[in-house]
């Protein structure tokens, strides 16, 4: 994990000299050849296919009892929840910073009257407040922006939204506080589930439901949040 962290910190460097004083998250590299690819590595993972499920069946649930018809989906990626949008007659923005994955996301929208995608960082989104019912963030705060971003992005998501927040987060199974959280480096398993419930709460959000994903080395006891905004 050490050396994971290190080469991202390595990468954002990079990227920072690359595009400037843009606040390029500290995971990001699914540009070129990696964009290109990502969801053919990933689709056929178990992984994938829980988060696919567990997506579904809660936008189905909200859908029909609580009237969710607008979602901001962030970041993007190739557009892997597109066709279940549509299917559902919600009106999609796909949000993401790699321009290489917002060209795979355009080829994803069929019905181009719901769909839209835009070219977005998480800490300063592009809409005006109360924009959408439902925010969708998987595979992106917990390894992919530092954890002080990771704060300012959850205000934006509550910003943004009238009623929900969907996000995947990877749950510490420490039982103590975690007093060593260094706010430059990726949340990982640094947070367990109290720890996490606190976070949301500063925010203004409320844990509604929670979901186990999956668990491995690389993606450590991920859990889908359904969280309300108050």
Not at 56 to 65: A, M, R, S, V, W
Not at 181 to 193: I, S
Request: aromatic share 12%.
């Amino acid at each position: 994990m050490i050396t994971k962290r290190i080469l991202q910190k390595v990468k954002r460097k990079i990227y920072q000299v690359i595009f400037g004083n843009f606040n390029v998250p500290v995971g990001n590299d699914y540009f070129g050849k990696k964009a290109e690819i990502y969801e053919a590595t990933r689709a056929s993972s178990i992984f994938w296919r829980n988060e696919n499920r567990f997506l579904e069946k809660t936008i189905l649930k909200l859908t029909k009892e609580k009237d969710i018809t607008t979602v901001l989906d962030l970041p993007c990626g190739t557009g892997r929840f597109y066709e279940f949008y549509e299917d559902c007659n919600i009106a999609y923005i796909g949000g993401d910073f790699s321009d290489d994955m917002l060209n795979l996301a355009n080829q994803a929208i069929k019905r181009p009257n719901l769909g839209q995608n835009l070219k977005m960082i998480s800490t300063k989104i592009p809409l005006y407040n109360n924009s959408v019912d439902i925010v969708v963030c998987f595979r992106f705060l917990q390894w992919i922006i530092p954890l002080k971003e990771v704060k300012a992005t959850l205000i934006e998501f509550h910003r943004v939204t009238r009623k929900f927040c969907l996000i995947e987060l990877s749950v510490g199974r420490h039982r103590k506080r975690n007093k060593s959280l260094n706010e430059n480096l990726t949340m990982w398993d640094n947070f367990n589930l109290d720890e996490i419930t606190l976070l949301l709460r500063e925010v203004g959000f409320e844990i509604k439901d929670f979901e186990f994903l999956y668990d491995d080395e690389e993606n450590p006891n991920m859990y889908g949040f359904l969280c309300l905004k108050r």
